[in-house]
């Protein structure tokens, strides 16, 4: 089950809920939000579209959905002929960055002498590599920044790249799943990242 909740920032705000959509299988289902014209004189609708893109995937023998909106937060402005549009508004923010970091531990050895030997990715919600670390001497690892322009929700991976070659040791082989959450308050873009706690390889 999903469920989308939409705001008009027109005097009164509403929340709109759409249907509930089922999927019986694992995979990546995208959609496309816009909103319809409306015969109301007096009234202009706003012609956004957003996209959303829903992936299912199976964990535990249980099918789970992961919702992200690339286009930001689904809002629609719609505008009143003869409205004041002329209204003071605190200065916007385009952007806000993001560091995702992580920290690498050994067994029966030290990183001071492999920095640099093991590598890890960042992927987004579709499996795509986008980036590339490397383990520093004190064991962190940081990947590049992230810049977001949009509010809406960003789902990305991080694992351990396996090696290619056999010196001894092992790949860790765990999986996490990071959620950065995009909003926008008095015109300045936030980011909340979970899990907040340190992510350890």
């Known amino acids: 089950m999903i469920g989308s909740a939409l705001r008009s920032d027109t005097p009164p705000s509403a929340l709109v809920s759409f249907p ?3 999927f019986s ?25 957003y996209r959303v893109v829903v992936t299912v995937v199976e964990e535990g023998g249980e099918l789970r959905n992961y919702i992200d909106y690339p286009d930001g937060e689904p809002r629609f402005i719609n505008r009143y002929a003869g409205y004041d549009d002329d209204i003071d ?7 806000v960055k993001v ?5 690498k531990t050994v067994k029966r050895g030290t990183l001071e002498n492999v920095a640099g030997a093991f590598s890890f990715g960042l992927y987004t919600q579709k ?7 490397a383990n520093r001497a004190d064991g962190s690892i940081v990947f590049p920044v992230l810049t977001f322009h949009r509010a809406g929700t960003y789902n990305y991976y991080m694992r351990e ?16 799943r990071i959620t950065i959450t995009v909003t926008e308050r008095w015109g300045r873009m936030e980011a909340d990242i979970k899990p907040s706690n340190v992510i350890w390889f």
């Open 127 to 133: 499996r795509e590599l986008i980036h590339i670390a």
């Open 161 to 176: 790249i396996r090696r290619l070659f056999n010196d001894g040791w092992e790949n860790y082989g765990n999986v996490y």
């Open 20 to 22: 509930e959509i089922t």
């Open 89 to 95: 508004e605190p200065e916007k923010t385009d952007s």
């Open 99 to 103: 560091e995702l970091r992580a920290m």
């Open 25 to 49: 299988k694992p995979g990546v289902y995208e959609y496309v939000i816009k909103e319809y014209p409306a015969d109301i004189p007096g009234w202009t609708v706003d012609n956004s579209a």
